[in-house]
């Protein structure tokens, strides 16, 4: 990263959000309870401005019931919240996070626009799951100012906030992310913006493996129990209809752009389950069933057919955590030696904060230092022998074979 002598981090006392979703409200509502920062919100008409009102209110009414807030308090902090359809109140802010859908060129068109509001002081950060930071930059008047902050949905309750920084972006604006991601109450890392960052990575290998193992030939349910008995918060075909088959898709593709047939499952399942139109809990229609209200009812027993897989044989539950397990580490190690992750350490708390990676194992470094490098060498070179390049061991898990010294 370039240095730069600009002072340490904005303590952030204003802070704007571009939004027009759920997922900006959330980060509006976690920054007015837990910061003490004043919000001010633009979203693209009044409908939207009050459906963001009401969101906030929702998470205050939630927390006086845990017990964590009284009324008063709640509404002292639904005083700092306000909601305008223009730029107005955006020039004295001193952070402000895009949270728009993810188009490089709609963000790019936002965080311009947003640059030209905010005052010459202004970090300005994207919410993006994998669009490139620097070309979403490309088009501000100050590079060095722009950064990611990829907050995990919902963000008023999900823990990790990864803080994604380009060669340009300034130490003062990475400092000023961090420390308001801290005071928002988040375990955050610091990332490279390399294509997928560091958890969306994992999240592709994740899925990716589930798919090859769909494949071959076990069961959806197979498949995601397996996986959380070994650990996970969720099974991975549960996890792709919460998060939309449009997603998954997007996150694929960038992973086909950016590492080629190394990181890719088999796309011809994936472009079944679009021509059935199972995009998941959002139209209600996935590896699972969904009712009106979007409260999952069951497994639908029918995926198979309507997306040509035969039937299902028995796969052995241990192969099944190993092959998952070992691609994960594998690509959070690549992560670490191409300097995607600050540190092993970091590695480790955005897999178990933001994949919901077995918090009992530690995170993938943890797990791996237990196992031995020497000992994930081998199995990844007997896994590569079977199912090919996908698991191919990063050089820095042979190097650290070799020399028997763990990787945190």
Known sequence: MTEHTSPGPENVQKVGIIGGGPIAAGIAAVSAVRTGATVRVKENDDAGAQRLLARVSNELARRIELGEMTETE???????????????????????????????????????EAGAAAGEHTVLA???????????????????????????APAEVMPLLEVVVTDRTSDRATATAVAFG?????????????????????????????????????????IDGAMV???????????????????????????????????????????????????????????????????????????YEAI????????????????????II?????????????????GDVGAVAGLGFPASKGGPFWWADQVSAGGIVERLEIYAALYGERFEPAQILRDHAASGKNLR
């Open 182 to 222: 801290e005071r928002q109450g988040k375990a955050v890392i610091v990332v490279a913006d390399t294509p997928g960052f560091y958890t969306t990575r994992l999240l592709v290998t994740y899925l990716n493996e589930a798919f090859f193992l769909l494949s071959e030939g076990a069961s959806v349910e197979a």
């Open 74 to 112: 709640a509404g002292r902090v639904a005083d700092r919240v306000s909601v305008t359809t223009d730029w107005s109140g955006f020039d004295d802010a001193d952070l402000i996070i895009e949270s728009g859908y993810e188009s490089l060129d709609h963000k790019r068109a936002l965080l311009a």
């Open 126 to 152: 994207s919410n993006t799951s994998f669009l490139p930071i620097g070309e979403i930059a490309a088009g501000a008047d100050r590079p060095e100012a722009v950064l990611g902050m990829h907050y995990f």
């Open 229 to 303: 008995r070994w650990g996970f918060s969720a099974g991975p075909f549960l996890l792709v209809d919460e998060l939309g088959l449009g997603f998954v898709t997007h996150i694929m593709q960038t992973a086909v752009d950016g590492f080629g047939d190394r990181i890719v499952g088999p796309p011809d399942v994936i472009d079944r389950l679009i021509d059935d139109d199972r995009l998941g809990r959002a139209n209600g229609r996935g590896f699972y069933r969904y009712d009106e209200t979007g409260r999952r009812t069951g497994f639908d027993e029918g995926i």
């Open 308 to 327: 040509g897989l035969g039937p299902r044989i028995e796969l052995d539950e241990s192969l099944m955590h190993s092959r998952t397990a070992l691609s």
């Open 330 to 346: 594998d690509e959070a190690a690549r992560c670490l030696e191409e300097g995607v992750l600050r540190s092993a350490l970091d």
